[in-house]
């Protein structure tokens, strides 16, 4: 019977893979225009094939992790196979608030070790006291050994985990895509957007972690960590300079940012101060200038998207120049030298060579080199 046959509508495996990478990318990342998006993706999509085929796609060829151009978007979570379709995620809607969060008696010692993991902890940065102290309770020790997995890819997620030691390898479809020594968290991707893992992972060496249940996560840290994400991500994606990072690697940077916010007039860096970071201009503009005969000459200005206080970052000198707000009030994004060294380093060149830019514009300016990036 015909109504029988139009029952039997197949939906080719392809068509669910496709549909499901690219659902998985999108809720990731986030873009603010779902077709713009997906021009995007797919076109680049179609760029990377290595040709036109209706075979079975081996699911490498889409995955490719390290070997891309700086500046491609949508690989992130392209691996991910087993379904549970990502349905469209909104963390404030979201209320896993079911009760009180378990607690984990632990021993001083214990606990001491266990704040000594979380200090460099990104994603805890921005909770109040009180929450600190209930994610504190609500971690739980495990230990490891060589060899073991600890996620693997494609399940649900259950923990997340903090390291206190050991090494730690990254799996995407069994290629290998990074590596944690003795620092570092993992496993919070599929508790923050509410998907399948993203990669296996799995202990090199004997280890011990600090793991964290589901619910206490989405409790006490989704919010504010998909906020903070999500905050950063338009910025983010707006730096040149940074589409040298893998997505997730951005995700990460974010985590680490800290607004702040100037005046117009006031002064955010002093030429010759020690530098403590660098900052990314997310509104307004802010005046580049330096000391020249008792007075201070504009050497630059600089606008939303762009960055500074880098140069002393690298070259490990006081800062070369004096910074101002200018026009109204301008809201930057701070990076601690700590998280600097830790995220960019992907970035680095490109920031060398802009340094040797600032070089040739100040022979151009002030007819000779000021010392700007020489090392002592
Ligand atoms: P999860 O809950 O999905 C696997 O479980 C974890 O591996 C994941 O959270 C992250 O915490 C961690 N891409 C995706 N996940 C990664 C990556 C990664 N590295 C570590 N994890 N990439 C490596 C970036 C240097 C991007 C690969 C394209
Ligand atoms: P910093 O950490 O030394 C001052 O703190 C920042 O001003 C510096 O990092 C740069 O990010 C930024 N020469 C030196 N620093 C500059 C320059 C610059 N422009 C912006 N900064 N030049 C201007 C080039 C158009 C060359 C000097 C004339």
Redesign the pocket.
């Known amino acids: 019977m015909s109504s029988d046959s139009s029952r039997r509508i197949q939906v080719p495996e392809e068509l669910k893979e496709v549909l499901l990478q690219f659902s998985i990318s999108f809720l990731v990342e986030q873009p603010p225009d779902v077709i713009d998006y997906a021009v995007e993706y797919f076109t680049k999509l179609q760029a990377e094939r290595p040709s036109v085929s209706h075979t079975d796609h081996s699911t490498d060829d889409q995955?490719s992790?390290?070997s891309q151009d700086a500046d491609e978007p949508p690989?992130?979570?392209?691996?991910r196979r087993k379904s549970v379709f990502a349905e469209a995620y909104d963390p404030e809607a979201d209320d896993d608030d079911d009760g009180a969060t378990a607690v984990f008696p632990k021993t001083d010692e214990q606990r001491a070790r266990l704040v000594e993991s979380v200090k460099n902890v990104l994603l805890f940065r921005s909770l109040e006291k009180e929450q600190m102290n209930q994610v504190l309770d609500a971690m739980f020790e495990r230990k490891v050994q060589p060899g073991d997995y600890i996620?693997r890819?494609g399940?649900d997620?259950d923990n997340?985990?903090v390291i206190e030691s050991g090494v730690y390898k990254?799996f995407?479809n069994d290629k290998h895509?990074?590596t944690?020594n003795h620092t570092g968290?993992?496993?919070?991707?599929?508790?923050?957007?509410n998907?399948?893992?993203?990669?296996?992972?799995q202990a090199e060496t004997s280890g011990l972690l600090w793991a964290m249940d589901r619910q206490t996560f989405r409790r006490i840290l989704l919010k504010s960590a998909f906020r903070k994400r999500k905050m950063y991500e338009e910025l983010l994606n707006s730096v040149p300079m940074l589409k040298a990072l893998?997505?997730?690697?951005r995700m990460n940077l974010a985590d680490a940012l800290v607004s702040k916010s100037y005046d117009s007039g006031e002064r955010i860096i002093k030429q010759g101060d020690a530098a403590d970071g660098m900052y990314f201009i997310e509104e307004g503009t802010v005046s580049v200038r330096m000391d020249q005969d008792d007075a201070e000459v504009e050497i630059s200005q600089l606008g939303k998207g762009q960055y500074f206080g880098e140069l002393a970052l690298v070259t490990h000198r006081p800062r070369a120049a004096s910074v101002y707000a200018t026009g109204g009030v301008v809201k930057l994004a701070f990076l601690d030298v700590k998280a600097f060294e830790r995220l960019l380093g992907p970035c680095m060149d490109i920031m060398k060579r802009n340094i040797d830019d600032y070089e040739s514009q100040l022979v151009k300016i002030f007819g000779s080199k000021n010392n700007i990036t020489d090392t002592r």
């Open positions: 995955l992790v390290n690989v992130m979570a392209s691996s996620i890819q399940d997620g997340f985990y990254v995407i895509i990074n944690y968290l993992f496993g919070e991707l599929a508790l923050l957007y998907m399948p893992r993203a990669a296996t992972v893998q997505n997730y690697e």
